[in-house]
């Protein structure tokens, strides 16, 4: 995913990049909100980690503004305001979830994992190309008017890929998206569904990007 991370401490700013960058995150920073609004602008990031306390105004209150402008992208709040008044108030502000600090990396990286697979869901509801029509809301399937069998988990890989809007997605993410897991045997399992999807729909509906990943060919 491409992930913000706002905080006005650098050594944290660092510590959390380093993390999720190992997870094959993509991860841009910012010490304060006008830079996080600069970057949700030119980056259009899709998952936020947020401070609450910054040096030109409240996370909170960016948290608002974003929810107020239809930005549905998942926000984790992770702050030294540990109080239970401060979660209701980032929770009512429209954030995901919240991690107070002190924390354990290992326990980021696995709320960050857990916001994406949950996350707003495909924004793509009817896709037509070709002679292939994909209905999400219905998940029905179409190649040159013929019905397509895709199964629950080949949707749930279409899903995903077509959610990004043809950027690229990690095999990790992917696996841990669909598999919750990202072991060998779901990623020999998702070699052969991605071939069973191009062979049922058309070979370029999903794109391999070497040593990337996958995209949706939108």
């Known amino acids: 995913m491409r992930i913000l991370v706002v905080d006005d401490h650098s050594e944290v700013l660092e510590l959390v ?27 259009a990031p899709e998952l936020l980690v947020l401070d609450l306390g910054l040096p030109d105004g409240s996370g909170q ?25 401060s979660r209701v108030g980032s929770l009512d502000a429209g954030a995901d979830d919240f991690l107070a600090k002190p924390f354990a ?22 896709y037509e190309s070709g002679g292939l029509r994909l209905n999400f809301s219905e998940r029905s ?18 899903e995903l890929l077509a959610s990004r809007r043809g950027r690229v997605v990690s095999r990790r993410e992917l696996l841990e998206g669909v598999w919750g897991d990202a072991d060998e045997a779901a990623s020999a399992s998702l070699d052969v569904l991605i071939a069973r999807i191009r062979k049922k729909l058309t070979p370029e509906v999903i794109r ?3 040593g990337a990943g996958y995209a949706f060919e939108s």
């Open 208 to 210: 391999t990007v070497r």
């Open 17 to 43: 990049k380093r993390a999720l960058e190992r997870d094959d995150h993509v991860v841009f920073t910012a010490l304060s909100v006008v830079e996080a609004r600069r970057e949700i602008a030119r980056e």
């Open 141 to 158: 399937a179409q190649v040159n008017g013929t019905p397509a069998p895709i199964t629950t988990r080949e949707w749930s890989i279409l």
């Open 61 to 85: 209150d960016l948290c608002r503004e974003l929810r107020a402008s239809g930005n549905e992208a998942p926000i984790l709040v992770l702050t030294a305001r540990g109080a239970v008044a």
């Open 105 to 126: 990396v290992a326990e980021l990286r696995a709320r960050v994992r857990a916001l994406g697979r949950r996350r707003g869901g495909t924004r793509v509801f009817v």
